[in-house]
């Protein structure tokens, strides 16, 4: 993985600094770990760790900027995107914050909330979270398929429902 190219993609002119920052800290972490011997460390989620949150404000920004959630939503607390895409979410849970339906609708398609969704399972919430039967522990190629999966679906998400991008 290489920043420099990842600079040159669409969606890096849509990032916050900040977000910027975390997709750079990802880098940086898996190129010191590729140095070091395999099995270093029993689970390697750490290095998706910061792109995975930089993932989560990139979707809430999208999903605003595509007038799928309020500027309320936005900056609520209590909006969360797992939440808002998944797809067997139930109905009485699904009020006006379940983006899944719009983004379809917005696409004419389920193939890019899927991949939102599927890329949001795998590569943030079932590493983030502990469940005592599944451990979800990763290898530092599993680190850097989970980097490349959240990069390729943003990516792919600015080509299927693209915004306004800044001028860079």
Request: proline share 5%.
């Amino acid at each position: 993985m290489d920043l420099s190219v990842i600079k040159k993609r669409v969606l890096w002119g849509y990032l916050t600094e900040a977000q910027k920052d975390l997709i750079g800290q990802s880098i940086v972490l898996f190129s010191q770990e590729e140095r070091e011997e395999e099995g270093r460390f029993h689970d390697y989620s750490f290095l998706v760790f910061p792109a995975a949150k930089a993932y989560e404000g990139v979707l809430k920004k999208l999903f605003l900027d595509l007038e799928l959630i309020s500027p309320q939503q936005y900056n609520s607390n209590r909006f969360r995107i797992g939440r808002s895409l998944n797809p067997s979410l139930p109905e009485r849970l699904r009020r006006n914050s379940w983006v899944y339906s719009k983004l379809t609708d917005r696409c004419q398609s389920e193939d890019l909330p899927q991949l939102l969704w599927q890329t949001w399972k795998r590569s943030r919430n079932l590493l983030f979270h502990w469940f005592p039967k599944h451990k979800n522990f990763i290898t530092r190629v599993g680190a850097k398929n989970r980097i490349e999966m959240i990069l390729s679906a943003m990516d792919q998400a600015f080509d299927t429902c693209p915004v306004n991008l800044p001028k860079t």
